[in-house]
């Protein structure tokens, strides 16, 4: 699974935003807002072929969170990232 290459995540003040850039414009009817959280599993998976274990793992290393608890949170990100289009699979 891949984040889609023409998504990429905007820091705006304290806002973590992602945008579709294909067309050099930000369409503000389809960004997405994600928490400190979310930006940061952005941000680990948006370079790589990545599985939802692999981004709880990382879960585990950069917060004090268990395993099934990360993989738990990471797997409803990735379905809520997948039904609004933000993934594709290869």
């Not at 003040?13 to 503000?28: A, F, I, L, P, S």
């Not at 959280?37 to 990382?58: G, N, P």
């Amino acid at each position: 699974m891949k984040i889609h290459p023409h998504l990429k995540l905007r820091r705006l003040g304290k806002m973590y935003m992602v945008v579709d850039t294909r067309t050099g414009q930000v369409n503000v009817t389809n960004v997405f807002n994600l928490n400190d959280t979310a930006a940061a599993l952005w941000r680990e998976a948006e370079s790589i072929d990545f599985t939802a274990e692999q981004l709880a793992e990382y879960l585990c290393r950069e917060y004090d969170v268990t395993y099934d608890e990360a993989l738990h949170d990471v797997r409803e990100t990735l379905e809520t990232w997948a039904r609004y289009g933000l993934l594709i699979n290869e």
